[in-house]
């Protein structure tokens, strides 16, 4: 499988991945060019990023459907212009030192990774999901990053419509509660290679069963020193982290 080929190449290591959530988010303000440069400088394996849409169909990078909680603006994200939201503050919410970072475009950010580190875009649901998902794949082909990336979502329609345009793109399936269906049914009916999951529902049974059936299983978000060791015992694959430092230092122990 080609795309399980990609995913491989990311792995420096038989060690699991360590990938930074919204970058280096426990230094910096999340989803910004700062927490993109910090996860870097501190080897994180991969940056995690969310993505969705502006009015003028610009893809940009940020978590919430809303600006409210991350910048000095107020609403949805899908109802501002690409010039009206990089008006916006997205730093002093997190830090005066952050003052005037801006919410990047998903082009800025593979122009500033420039190559040098694998990229794990979160399409996240919406009513313009599939012109968002058109739109990032573009910008990823454009910039010549499709073999860099890792491409998830919780929606499997998001999914299934990534492989109606390509077979080229790694993918995982996002899923946050306990899994009672059969996962490696799903990620071949969903063509992806990896399940992400709440590392609070992640058992080494659920491991076992993704593994043996050919797929990767990555947890998010595993920030306290115990639960990253956990996850590494268990046999995971990747590790989603806030402070991907931390969980640097816990695998170097090992």
């Given at each position: 499988m080609k795309t399980m080929e990609i995913f491989e190449s990311f792995f420096k290591s038989s060690f699991p991945l360590l990938i930074a959530h919204r970058g280096f988010s426990a230094i910096a303000p999340e989803n910004t060019i700062s927490?993109?440069?910090y996860a870097i400088r501190s080897k994180a394996d991969m940056i995690e990023l969310d993505v969705?849409?502006?009015?003028?169909?610009?893809?940009?990078?940020?978590?919430?459907?809303k600006v409210d909680?991350?910048?000095?603006?107020?609403?949805?994200?899908?109802?501002?212009?690409?010039?009206?939201?990089?008006?916006?503050?997205?730093?002093?919410?997190?830090?005066?030192?952050?003052k005037g970072e801006k919410i990047p475009t998903l082009e800025e950010v593979l122009k500033f990774a420039n190559g040098k580190i694998p990229i794990n875009i979160e399409i996240k649901s919406s009513t313009e999901k599939d012109k968002l998902t058109e739109r990032v794949l573009a910008v990823v082909f454009?910039?010549?990053?499709?073999k860099k990336v890792l491409?998830?979502?919780?929606?499997?329609r998001i999914l299934k419509k990534i492989k109606k345009l390509t077979d080229e793109l790694p993918t995982a399936f996002l899923y946050h509660?306990?899994?009672y269906f059969n996962p490696a049914k799903t990620l071949e009916k969903l063509g992806a290679i990896a399940l992400i999951h709440n590392f609070k529902f992640t058992t080494p049974k659920l491991v076992k069963k993704i593994h043996d059936a050919g797929f990767k299983i990555i947890v998010y978000t595993v920030n306290k020193p115990d639960d990253i060791r956990k996850m590494i015992d268990i046999?995971?694959?990747?590790i989603i982290t806030d402070n991907v430092r931390l969980a640097r230092r816990i695998l170097n122990e090992i």
């Open positions: 927490a993109f440069k969705r849409l502006t009015k003028d169909g610009t893809p940009v990078v940020i978590h919430d459907a909680r991350t910048t000095n603006g107020t609403g949805k994200v899908k109802n501002f212009y690409l010039w009206l939201l990089r008006d916006l503050d997205a730093g002093s919410w997190f830090h005066p030192k952050y454009e910039n010549g990053y499709d491409i998830s979502s919780f929606d499997p509660y306990p899994v046999g995971v694959d990747g």
